[in-house]
Every structure is written in C-alpha cells, then in structure tokens.
C-alpha cells in the first residue's frame, strides 16, 4: 500500500545534505545513460494547466512523475513514485518543498564543481519566489561550507523585500 507524505513530513525527513548527495548521485547516473529523464509535457486549458515530468532511476528501483497544476489560484505539485520491478506505487509525496530543495540542491552541486576553491560567497540571480532563493543559498552554503555570505540579485523591489524577509543572511538587492 502506498504512503502519502504531506509537505510537513518532506519537511521534517528531507535535508539539503542529503538532497545534494541524490541530485549529485542521479545526475552522474543520467550522464551515462543509466538514468531516465523525460521532457517536460503540458497540457493547457484557458484557466489551469497541467504539467508532468518524469523519470526514472533503476539503480534505486524506482520510477515516477511529478505533476502538478497551474491557475489563478496557485500552483500545487505532487509527486508519484512506483517500485521498477513490481510497478506499485510505493508513495504520493506532495512536492512543493521537495521542488524548493531540490533546485536548490542542484545549485549546490553546481557550485561544489564549478566554483573557485577560494569563492567565499555565493550568487544568486533572479530569485523567484523567496522559497527558490533560500533553497538555492541553502543549497549552495551547504556544498561550499567556507562561503561566508552570499548575494541575491532581484530584479523588482517587491522580490527584494520578499527574499529579504525570507532570507535574512543573505544581501539582497534589486537590479
């Protein structure tokens, strides 16, 4: 029987340490073929749209999607993860603070291979929602643990007060 997980069980169970260490772990494997990523489908009506990605990673014998729904009310995002051998689903996750932490996660692998071993602070362009900017910052102070700081780049006032408010370590300005 699958289990359904709430954004408050993501949020207790899901470190950046440990997000890194899957991104890191699934992206190396898609590099060589042994990891599937499919494009992202849509299907657009006049008031809401449905978006899907999927995927899958057979050394963790595990395939799934991620769906989630757009509109004027906001957006909601869910995940479903089926066992690869038997094709049960083992879970529907809700996935808004899965999304937040694993784009912040790949930040943070990117900046464990690409920055300068000396960087000691870290940049952030376009924030996105204050969740993205403070999952990215998260993502990347965990990686490169000698960065003292870090920058984010708005481009409104309005994102600067919300990344501001949202992320009180960093130094955030609009551009």
């Not at 990891?35 to 899958?56: C, F, M, N, T, Y």
């Not at 920058?151 to 006032?157: A, D, H, N």
Request: glycine fraction near 8%; charge should be positive; proline fraction near 3%.
């Amino acid at each position: 029987m699958a289990i359904f997980l709430r954004e408050s069980d993501v949020e207790k169970l899901l470190t950046m340490p440990r997000t890194i260490e899957l991104v890191e772990r699934v992206h190396r494997e898609y590099s060589t073929g042994q990891a599937i990523d499919v494009p992202r489908e849509r299907s657009r009506l006049p008031k809401a749209a449905l978006h899907i990605l999927q995927g899958a990673v057979p050394s963790a014998n595990v395939l799934g999607y991620k769906a989630y729904t757009s509109s004027r009310e906001g957006v909601r995002f869910l995940v479903y993860a089926f066992n690869a051998e038997r094709g049960n689903l083992d879970a529907v996750v809700e996935a808004n603070y899965l999304g937040m932490t694993r784009t912040g996660a790949a930040g943070g692998v990117a900046a464990k291979w690409l920055a300068r071993p000396e960087a000691k602070v870290v940049g952030v362009f376009g924030s996105g929602c204050a969740g993205f900017a403070s999952s990215s910052d998260r993502g990347s102070l965990t990686s490169r643990p000698m960065a003292s700081s870090s920058r984010v780049s708005c481009s409104t006032s309005a994102s600067s007060r919300s990344c501001s408010s949202a992320n009180a370590s960093s130094s955030v300005g609009s551009t």
